[in-house]
């Protein structure tokens, strides 16, 4: 499986933006996508998930409210809508994907078998 993210940009606080991450390569309905982010000086830390047969979706609990994952199955791609950004929200945000994870370990980077090369956000102040 081959992830791609996309949709990084420069962006004022308060506002949004949508990354994507295309799918290719073999899945099935067992995977989850998640999107994790690593922002300057600190370690990668988990955004969300959903899994992608039944579209259920997983939080970091800070980010409940403002972020919200989704994912299009015809066109194998997973999104994060980012939405009332903040400076702290300045990162490079990665998608990650992997089969048949325990929820409990949804949150862990070593869960996931597959990642994309990361797109950068940034939010001025």
């Known amino acids: 499986v081959q992830l791609q993210a996309s949709g990084g940009g420069l962006v004022q606080a308060g506002g949004s933006l949508r990354l994507s991450c295309a799918a290719s390569?073999?899945?099935?309905?067992?995977?989850?996508m998640a999107w994790f982010r690593q922002a300057p000086g600190k370690e990668r830390s988990f955004v969300a998930a959903?899994?992608?047969?039944?579209?259920?979706?997983y939080y970091a609990d800070s980010l409940k409210g403002r972020f919200t994952i989704s994912r299009d199955r015809a066109k194998n791609t997973g999104y994060l809508q980012m939405n009332s950004l903040r400076p702290e929200d300045t990162a490079v945000y990665f998608c990650?994907?992997?089969?048949?994870?325990?929820?409990?370990?949804?949150?862990?980077?070593?869960?996931?078998?597959?990642w994309g090369q990361g797109t950068l956000v940034t939010v001025s102040s």
């Open positions: 990650a994907a992997g089969p048949s994870i325990i929820q409990s370990n949804l949150w862990s980077q070593t869960a996931y078998s597959y």
């Open positions: 390569g073999r899945t099935s309905n067992s995977y989850y």
């Open positions: 959903v899994k992608w047969s039944a579209g259920y979706t």
